[in-house]
């Protein structure tokens, strides 16, 4: 693999972590901690859980968009695997 190729391959994955570790952080607080609807009333807490799902949304849907890269790079990989296993001819 090219250095380059390498060297995007790398960038590409510490993004993915850091945004897998947010997806995970916010989802599961959101999720376990934080009270929702009736019960977060007039708390500030609420517009914390708004927050919270806005940076998710937008944390997963960059995430797909990296992990999509991800595969692209690793394409000529991916296919001399399928063409081994005769998946692809
Ligand atoms: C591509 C990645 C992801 C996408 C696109 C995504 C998207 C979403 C969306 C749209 C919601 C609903 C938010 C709302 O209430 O409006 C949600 C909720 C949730 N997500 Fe994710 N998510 C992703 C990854 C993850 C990961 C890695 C975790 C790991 C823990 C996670 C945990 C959760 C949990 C626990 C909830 C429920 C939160 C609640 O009940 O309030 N998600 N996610």
Do not use: D, Q
Not at 5 to 27: A, H, M
Not at 74 to 80: A, D, N, Q, V
């Amino acid at each position: 693999m090219s250095n380059g190729k390498y060297s995007k391959l790398w960038t590409v994955n510490v993004i993915s972590f850091i945004l897998f570790v947010i997806l995970c952080s916010t989802g599961l607080i959101n999720w376990l901690v934080l009270p929702r609807g009736y019960e977060a009333r007039g708390n500030f807490l609420v517009s914390l859980r708004h927050f919270f799902i806005a940076i998710h949304e937008w944390a997963g849907l960059i995430f797909i968009v990296l992990i999509a890269i991800h595969i692209i790079l690793h394409w000529p990989y991916i296919k001399s695997n399928l063409k081994k296993y005769g998946i692809m001819k």
